[in-house]
């Protein structure tokens, strides 16, 4: 009997096994699990990936214990990001322009090594949506988050001219000069200088389901015919920011593909396969939500 990718076999889990999980707090709502254990079954790594819900005070125990039972390494997500950056002993390129870290790995050296595979995910979901991010054009970033700046820096190192723009104003200003190079756009502003981009990508909370503004649709009246609109809320997979995008005749790229790709790195790190994201992982975790 052949297996199709879209019924993997079922999970090996021997003494052997290899092990790696998420930490958050909560950590109910992380499709990482659903994502990870799919990848494992379809690939056959004799392997598990747990969701760890860990409180902000037990986190560095939390991970000292994990490494001597032998994990892998583990995801980080909120309120985790900026104590993994500091707990890590090695930290590569991107976790230090990124000032935080979402992927831990737990060398044979004993070394813990951080990763932020977040700003990568976002361009190779570009990429996967056939609109890699073109060099030398403008990207504005609209938020001043944590993701803004994974994905500012993400943009920068691929030679695109970041702006951002952020209801605090501050916040942007913060962020830039993290970044040296980022532009800030005013706020009240923005929509009137789309014009002048190749890519717009909302990395706020904003038209997201049961977030601040579920119908966050900024008028994209001034944008130039070949802008890009991605979006990386994924729930809803279209955001009205995208539905508008797409009625104008925008391309778009929405915040599945970003969660989907990030997931890869680590995959490969702990379980020695590069995992592919194509329809069948997509629906799979689609399923799970
Ligand atoms: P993350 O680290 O995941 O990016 P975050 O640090 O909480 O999350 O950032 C959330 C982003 O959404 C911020 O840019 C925030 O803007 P402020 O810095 O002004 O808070 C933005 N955001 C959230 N709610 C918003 C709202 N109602 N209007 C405009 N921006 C909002």
Partial sequence: MT?????????IITGKARLAGVMGWPVEHSRSPALHNYWLRRYGVDGAYVPLPTAPEDFVAAVLGLQAAGFKGV??????????????????????????VNTLVFREDGKILGLSTDGSGFVASLAASSLPPRPQTRALLLGAGGAARSVAAALQDRGLKVAITNRTHERAVTLAAALPGTDVLAWSEWEQQLGEFALLVNTTSLGMAGGPDPLFCPSLAQAAEDLVVADIVYAPLVTPLLAAATRQGLR????????????????KEWFG?????????????LNSL
């Fill in 3 to 11: 297996t199709s990718p879209t019924t993997p076999p079922p999970q």
């Fill in 252 to 267: 778009t790229v929405g915040g599945l593909g970003m969660l989907l790709h990030q997931a890869r790195f680590g995959f």
């Fill in 75 to 100: 995801n980080v997500t909120i309120p985790h990001k900026e104590a993994a950056y500091k707990l890590a002993d090695v930290l590569d390129a991107s976790a230090r322009r990124a000032g935080a």
């Fill in 273 to 285: 396969v590069d995992p592919q994201v194509d329809d069948a992982t997509q629906d799979h975790v």
